[in-house]
């Protein structure tokens, strides 16, 4: 029987703002339990949010003496929870810059959350295959898109996943490391392809009014000049 609860979390919302969903997977030795919901109107960040503090409720009432593991994607969960919420407090719920503090509310509840259960934080790449992360965000993604999904609670060798083993794939971890700080970058420009015509654009709202509700297209930001032309000759020769 592991020493430890380990919990999965995952939270998703369908536009951001939009109808989202949370999933949590809770493994306490031979026994293991699925939470989730939705909302109507959410964040992703509320979510991630809303699955943790489900999470730690639910644990509290499980054994409270017990250590946690958490694993969760959301760096604004992590970052939060160890060091912001804090400081949050003390300044009566106000950031640094004197402005109210986005999802208060479940702030607050996971306060004493934090001083009840001893927690251990994993801040995992999200989507490279972490099985009890792939079922977390199956289950928000489920309940943001259709309001339900069948969730168990029973035996874990019923289970039918092996969560405990949270190994990853790192070149995917990397390559998704590396869209991300792509993404960030400033544009040079934005290139699509529309009927096999292809055409450069200064903007993205440009690139996006040419794009928006056609079928068939491509289009991608260009870092550089250099980067622009590369783009333009793959969409040449697709």
Not at 93 to 115: D, F, H, M, R
Not at 139 to 144: L, P, R
Not at 177 to 192: I, L
Request: glycine share 10%; hydrophobic share 35%.
């Amino acid at each position: 029987m592991d020493k430890k609860i380990t919990v999965f979390t995952d939270g998703a919302a369908k536009g951001n703002p939009g109808r989202g969903g949370f999933g949590v997977v809770i493994a306490n030795g031979d026994s293991l339990i699925e939470l989730g919901g939705y909302k109507e109107r959410t964040t992703n960040n509320e979510m991630e949010l809303t699955a943790v503090v489900k999470a730690l409720q639910t644990v509290v009432n499980i054994n409270k003496k017990q250590p946690v593991a958490i694993y969760t994607d959301s760096k604004y969960v992590v970052e939060g929870a160890k060091g912001w919420i804090f400081g949050w407090a003390k300044n009566g719920w106000k950031t640094k810059a004197e402005t109210g503090v986005l999802n208060k509310e479940l702030w607050q509840t996971l306060l004493p959350l934090l001083t009840t259960v001893k927690i251990e934080w994993h801040k995992v790449p999200g989507h490279v295959g972490i099985i009890g992360n792939e079922r977390a965000d199956a289950i928000a993604s489920g309940f943001a898109e259709k309001g339900t999904v069948p969730l168990f609670n029973g035996p874990r060798k019923e289970y039918g996943l092996e969560i405990s083993d949270t190994s990853f794939d790192e070149e995917k971890a990397k390559e998704r490391s590396a869209a991300r700080k792509r993404q960030a970058q400033k544009a040079y420009s934005y290139v699509s392809k529309v009927d096999g015509i292809i055409q450069t654009h200064k903007t993205w709202d440009e690139c996006e009014e040419r794009v928006k509700g056609k079928k068939g297209t491509k289009f991608k930001k260009s870092l550089d000049k250099g980067n622009e032309e590369e783009i333009i000759k793959e969409f040449k020769n697709k």
